[in-house]
């Protein structure tokens, strides 16, 4: 996928979250882009944000740990991986 692909997909998506700022699912497809984008930062917040609504994906929580071992916090990393594995 090419950085044009993915920024269609974020204004997708950012039309999705201006119908409905509570859409989870935007918010955990959102943090994946910016994960493969290397926005490891921000898509830890937007993982955030989709979990704050359904803490219960496995999926984001997986989304989560990646982004945060990519930043160097592993500890962090782990506790996602973890609660993901949980989840299963």
């Known amino acids: 996928m090419d950085c044009a692909d993915n920024e269609e997909r974020l204004v997708s998506i950012g039309k999705e979250l201006m119908k409905d700022i509570n859409n989870w699912e935007a918010w955990a497809a959102k943090a994946d882009i910016l994960c493969t984008m290397g926005l490891f930062e921000i898509a ?39 609660r993901a594995k949980e989840l299963e």
């Open 44 to 82: 830890v917040r937007c993982c955030d944000r989709s979990l704050s609504i359904n803490p219960d994906n496995i999926f984001t929580w997986t989304t989560k740990g990646i982004a945060l071992e990519k930043l160097g916090r592993q500890e962090e990393a782990l506790a996602a991986f973890a």
